[in-house]
């Protein structure tokens, strides 16, 4: 099984020396995973994406997500191509973008209201900002590991190395002010009782809580989400929930259709835009009201301005994907292949005597190289990261490549796609157990 890759073309040395040369590390941001892939891209056919080398690459990175139904997909494509002759934007509400926010308005149960942004991380940093102005009041609650982008209230105990006692945080990135780490609480994710603490605590302070349903590919415990949702309401503490991963594909309502918790905001992205530049929030008509100009005199008005906001052409892809979401059996068979690959991931992983934890949704889900439970940040460090490297780097040379910590499944990936996979994490865990034994 094993595939011997191509030699580097000429072409290809050539884009990853100007890469290196014109670009921070050669990257787009921290690269495609906890590797170095080395090779450029030239074009992604379906479930799979191609280098300059003609080297084949079944692809779980999936864009970070956002392709559920594979690269290029004729629908999005054709409805992207027709549309590109009337223009690529106007800064004014066109009729694709205006299609797409009654399509969320039915889809999402927390959205009464839609605004649009470029990114998942705007769509977080304004659903925080939003819950201010709401609120009136200045803090948030976020919870450790959770990402919501890489805006400077995000980027607080995403990856914590001094393990604070909560729910004090810590700053992720260079050049975040100390005043915005002191606007942030932190508390474990999956613990109702440490988050109902300190919410109680901090109620009179706190603007909003913003958790993923499902952090990273750690899946809530029963009565997390719910008891979370029960918290906030008794305090009137807007609850934001970040479905930038989870939107669209969890189901067509997103983490809070599957989980049955409805939140007050809501972080949109990735599936929402089809592959191409868009977020959204979404809410309760009550707080989304501070969008509106009418409020400018009160002081609670959001200046959200973006020139890029609710592009057409992304509104125009979003809205041929989600079409092909809705289609009968969809979501069955984005199920039944990824919850075949997760159940073969386990299975083989522990064959081979290798600790490990298998985590997440079938959509979205990886190992843990770990023999201890993993529910929160904290017990995910017992993982031995290496032996994920490791993993992630024999899958590659292989032709099988995903995210750093995560397998994207798609609606794409065929029969013969998952269990080409398998037998490359067979041969993978076999040259794993080697080296331990």
Do not use: W
């Amino acid at each position: 099984m094993a595939i011997t890759r191509k030699s580097q073309s000429d072409v290809e040395k050539i884009l990853l020396e100007k890469a290196l040369r014109n670009m921070p590390a050669g990257q787009l941001g921290n690269g495609s995973g906890d590797f170095e892939t080395g090779f450029i891209v030239r074009e992604g056919k379906g479930s799979k994406i191609y280098d300059f080398s003609d080297n084949e690459y079944i692809d779980y990175l999936l864009g970070s997500g956002p392709m559920v139904l594979g690269h290029s997909h004729p629908a999005v494509t054709s409805a992207v191509r027709d549309y590109l002759e009337k223009g690529s934007t106007y800064f004014i509400p066109n009729a694709p973008v205006i299609e797409l926010a009654e399509e969320i308005v039915k889809a999402v149960p927390s959205a009464d209201l839609v605004r649009f942004t470029t990114s998942g991380t705007d769509a977080n940093f304004q659903c925080m900002r939003a819950a201010r102005a709401y609120r009136k009041r200045d803090k948030i609650l976020k919870f450790e590991g959770g990402f919501h982008g890489t805006s400077d209230y995000a980027l607080q105990s995403v990856t914590p190395k001094n393990l604070l006692s909560f729910p004090d945080s810590e700053v992720g990135s260079g050049g975040i002010p100390k005043a915005i780490q002191e606007t942030v609480l932190i508390s474990p994710y999956n613990d109702l009782e440490t988050t109902s603490r300190i919410i109680a605590d901090n109620h009179n302070d706190l603007a909003g809580v913003i958790v993923e349903p499902m952090q990273r590919i750690l899946t809530p415990i029963d009565g997390f989400l719910k008891g979370l949702r029960d918290l906030t309401s008794l305090y009137e503490i807007p609850l934001i929930f970040d479905e930038v991963v989870t939107g669209f594909r969890f189901a067509y309502g997103g983490a809070q259709e599957y989980y049955g918790v409805v939140p007050d905001l809501t972080a949109l992205g990735k599936i929402m835009g089809g592959g191409y530049p868009l977020g959204a929030v979404v809410g309760r008509a009550e707080i989304m009201k501070v969008y509106d100009s009418s409020l400018a005199e009160t002081g609670d008005f959001i200046p959200q301005i973006g020139t890029l906001n609710g592009n057409p052409i992304a509104a125009t892809a979003g809205l041929a994907t989600l079409a092909e979401m809705r289609k009968p059996g969809t979501y069955e068979r984005l199920r039944n292949s990824g919850q075949t690959l997760k159940n073969a991931l386990e299975e083989i992983l522990n064959q081979a005597e290798i600790p490990v934890q298998v985590v997440g949704d079938d959509t979205v889900f990886d190992a843990y190289f770990t023999s201890q439970p993993i529910t929160d940040y904290r017990s995910t460090l017992s993982a031995d990261s290496g032996a994920l490297k490791k993993f992630n780097k024999l899958l590659l040379e292989r032709g099988v490549i995903k995210a750093g910590e995560k397998f994207y499944m798609s609606v794409a990936h065929t029969t013969e796609d998952v269990q080409k996979t398998v037998d490359v994490i067979s041969e993978a865990a076999e040259e794993m157990r080697a080296t331990l034994v």
